[in-house]
């Protein structure tokens, strides 16, 4: 999902948690309408990463199984599935590493890594970014990209981008415009239309 600030794509992403219900119509997945859907069981399918990663007070490992009584092995893989491992790794006391209130102890890049090892160790059937990248700085948009790629792997997900650069492989963009849909299809296919898309792309990479 791209378009301008506040033209309702994160909207959606709330709609499809149930955090807002809809007023008409339905929203399916996998052909279920998520209104008949469990709360619980609905949430527990899908994974967030948000633009600014919510980070406990504890040990990056709580942070990673939010308590869950989960493998310590599967704690590791995760991280090392999105990268956060290498940085982690050389941290004094590793996963053990205190983490402060929000993880003002690391940079944002490292706390996006966090959230991604999160979301992997949970195995959401589908994943959700929701401008997962905006505030990461250039240096370390290149290693977030790649753990964003490790993260979307077999998995249905839907990003909701600032930088089209995160969107470009999609299999489908849709663009949306003071809540509609405004433009649909590949990043080529946008590219030709020389509509909506196209002139939000030239006014980032001009």
């Known amino acids: ?20 219900e809809i007023d008409s119509g339905h929203i399916l997945i996998n052909g279920s309408d998520i209104s008949t859907i469990p ?14 990663p919510c980070l406990f007070a504890g040990s990056i490992e709580f942070n990673i199984c939010l308590g869950d009584e989960m493998a310590r092995e599967r704690v590791r893989m995760a991280a090392a599935i999105v990268g956060a491992d290498r940085f982690i790794e050389q941290l004094p006391q590793g ?9 003002n102890n690391f940079s944002t890049g490292e ?5 991604f090892a999160r979301a992997v160790a949970f195995d959401p059937e589908i994943l959700m970014l929701d401008e997962a990248t905006a505030s990461v700085d250039s240096a ?17 997900s839907l990003v909701v ?46």
């Open 1 to 20: 999902l791209v378009g301008e600030s506040g033209g309702g794509k994160t909207t959606i992403t709330r709609l499809l948690t149930r955090l807002y």
């Open 39 to 52: 709360l619980s069981d609905l949430r527990r399918r899908i994974g967030i990463v948000l633009q600014d």
């Open 95 to 103: 996963y053990a590493q205190e983490v402060r209130e929000r993880g």
């Open 111 to 115: 706390k996006q890594l966090i959230s």
């Open 140 to 156: 370390s948009e290149q290693m977030i990209q790649q753990g964003i790629k490790a993260l979307m792997q077999g998995r249905t």
């Open 161 to 206: 981008a600032h930088r089209l650069s995160t969107i470009q492989d999609a299999d489908r963009i849709v663009v949306i415009h003071r809540a509609r849909k405004m433009e649909e299809g590949t990043h080529q296919e946008l590219m030709q239309l020389q509509g909506f898309y196209y002139r939000l792309h030239q006014l980032q990479f001009s």
